[in-house]
């Protein structure tokens, strides 16, 4: 849709989010690619195993006017390939990633350029204060390193709040950096060093940074990890949050909203 707004940042597959493209001409574009009406690209409505699902996301009408023109990604979906772009009008779109290529920053002119990255700071500091806003989780500390499991009943899980979603399986086995969580909840917000994050329940995790306690949320996982993890992400949206918070400060009840949403 060309007026939706993202609410937070997802990693794309093949361009790192705050950097510009241009959207293909038409005349390069397939009749596939042409043929539907309908726009369709979620966060977590998709089962990243169905190609069918990637097939949705078409070209639609209102995109001709974009062609040639550049915007900024603000949003993926790796597992489709997907990628959001927002334009200087402030039209939102979801392109398969091969309908655009990359564009230097010097390649972009001084006011588009500087228009577009307060478009993308937007979502880029709604994100990090989404990340970083929850209290100290109860098993885990910040900025500790945990590794994802299934969980036992992942059907069930799909009920709980927060809800094991598709996109989830996608980290099992995967290290990722505590960020914060709900405290009386069991909830334990992690990132990942792509820019992903979720909201886990704590018997989702096991920790493989040292720890004392018996806790059996705290056990070290016995499965091989790479201890070589990049906090570059993790440091970077923690430095935007604080920086926003110095600037704009917010109340502990405001902050709470999207935790207690359970998103």
């Not at 597959?13 to 038409?26: D, W």
């Not at 397939?30 to 078409?58: F, G, I, Q, V």
């Amino acid at each position: 849709m060309g007026t939706s707004a993202s609410k937070v940042c997802r990693p794309s597959a093949t361009f790192e989010l705050g950097s510009f493209v241009r959207v293909c001409e038409k005349s390069a574009l397939s009749e596939d690619e042409l043929s539907s009406s309908e726009d369709s690209s979620s966060d977590d409505s998709y089962d990243p195993a169905e190609e069918e699902t990637r097939r949705k996301c078409k070209w639609v009408q209102s995109m001709d006017s974009k062609c040639g023109m550049v915007g900024i990604v603000v949003w993926g979906a790796k597992a489709l390939v997907i990628t959001r772009v927002r334009f200087d009008d402030g039209d939102e779109y979801a392109f398969r990633d091969e309908w655009l290529e990359p564009v230097a920053d010097e390649a972009v002119g001084k006011y588009l350029r500087r228009r577009l990255q307060s478009f993308y700071d937007e979502v880029a500091d709604r994100t990090a204060d989404v990340v970083f806003r929850g209290q100290s989780t109860f098993h885990f500390v910040q900025p500790q390193f945990v590794l994802v499991i299934r969980p036992s009943d992942a059907e069930s899980a799909r009920e709980m709040c927060p809800k094991w979603t598709r996109s989830m399986e996608s980290t099992v086995g995967e290290i990722g950096m505590v960020t914060g969580g709900m405290l009386q909840r069991g909830i334990t917000t992690v990132l990942f060093e792509d820019g992903i994050f979720y909201n886990y329940k704590d018997e989702w995790l096991r920790s493989v940074t040292p720890v004392v306690g018996e806790s059996r949320f705290l056990q070290q996982s016995t499965m091989p990890v790479d201890s070589q993890v990049n906090s570059i992400v993790w440091q970077r949206m923690r430095e935007r949050y604080f920086a926003k918070k110095i600037i704009d400060p917010d109340n502990e009840a405001s902050r709470q909203d999207d935790m207690t949403s359970c998103v």
